[in-house]
């Protein structure tokens, strides 16, 4: 027992030294990476669902039968499981922030001159969304083949990240597909669009949720894979990915998850120019946009609260310290994103509007 509570508080207390997390980040990150994606891409379903079932089941068993003698032996296992995580992800909360990699921002005058500036750039990401999806052509396949195009289409998006940006040195790394939950029935119910299993490297998604969630969620868990552990940082760069890929069903999710993180910040500063800046989107993302609302909308109760709280404190003793407030503290980094320049967001937002689609 005493050995499993070790194992457990060590990972934790071994990502406060600085050089061990360096150390991870450039050496066993990537080592590890290779082992376990290679477990990960040889099956299209997860597998450390089904193993951490299994688990749980002979955890139940082994106290139904054994009682008080099981305890011991579970705590080891469980401590192997947290020194686990931190092993093989759980330090990359640590890791270098993400806002250091990329430009740093250049600030407006005055608070005036920044709300506008921000409304600017919300306006132009929402005149990216009309164009985009004037080429976005939705395919009607079934769930597999659609799930395996978002896998393929993001794929090339990341690999056209710049080195510098990447949280760990793993350009060598071919990375396993993001995919279907087995539980997405109760992830649903929980408020949970997806998450990322850090024993296995696995991204999962629920696929109960409007496809064209899909490669938004799939991005965010995506970017996790690569040690991008802070939420905000998962969402910055699962866009940036989303926004560089070849596909334009892909660039037009990416532009959607922009403009849906810039109007969050938008809503809390200036609710008249967000009124205008809607009536920029064509009628067919306004519908898109409020199906996804209302199918969330449907499970608020005590167990999404519930998640919600277990999620916050989760971040919380991570070392996140807004906790799940962390999932919508991403305009800074877009803003400092905009203004790096191997990236193409700025390229993306500069070009001149689409036409008016809105009787679309």
Request: with cysteine; proline share 5%; hydrophobic share 45%.
């Amino acid at each position: 027992m005493l050995a499993g509570v070790l194992l457990g508080v060590s990972g934790r207390v071994l990502t406060e030294i600085p050089t061990i997390v360096e150390w991870h980040r450039v050496w066993l990150f990537p080592r590890l990476a290779l082992v376990l994606q290679a477990i990960n891409r040889q099956s299209a379903t997860t597998l450390g669902e089904p193993i951490l079932m299994v688990l749980i089941a002979v955890g139940a068993v082994g106290l139904f039968r054994f009682g008080s003698r099981a305890v011991a032996p579970l705590v080891l296992i469980t401590g192997l499981a947290v020194a686990g995580f931190y092993a093989s992800w759980g330090f990359a909360y640590k890791y270098q922030p993400l806002e250091r990699r990329l430009a740093a921002l250049t600030m407006a005058s005055s608070p005036e001159d920044e709300t506008a500036e921000l409304v600017a750039i919300a306006r132009r990401s929402a005149q990216l969304v009309a164009r985009s999806y004037e080429t976005a052509t939705q395919l009607e396949v079934d769930d597999a083949t659609a799930l395996a195009r978002v896998n393929a289409s993001l794929e090339s998006g990341f690999l056209r990240l710049p080195a510098a940006l990447e949280a760990a040195p793993v350009t060598g790394v071919h990375f396993g597909p993001a995919k279907r939950s087995r539980i997405s029935y109760f992830l649903s119910r929980l408020q949970v669009s997806g998450y990322f299993s850090p024993w296995l490297g696995e991204p999962q998604i629920d696929g109960e949720m409007p496809r064209s969630t899909w490669t938004r969620v799939a991005s965010h868990e995506r970017a996790h894979q690569r040690g991008f552990a802070r939420e905000n940082e998962a969402t910055v760069i699962g866009i940036i990915a989303c926004l560089s890929s070849s596909d334009p069903r892909t660039i037009y999710a990416g532009s959607v998850g922009l403009f849906l993180a810039l109007d969050l910040e938008v809503a809390r500063v200036d609710k008249d120019a967000r009124r205008e800046i809607w009536k920029l989107l064509p009628a067919g993302v306004v519908d898109q946009l409020k199906e996804e609302g209302a199918f969330w909308d449907r499970f608020n109760g005590v167990a999404s609260d519930v998640s919600e709280k277990v999620n916050d404190t989760y971040l919380k003793a991570q070392g996140v310290q807004s906790g799940t407030k962390s999932y919508s503290e991403t305009t800074r980094l877009f803003l400092q994103a905009i203004q790096t320049p191997s990236l193409p967001l700025r390229t993306l937002l500069s070009q001149d509007p689409a036409p008016d689609l809105r009787a679309k």
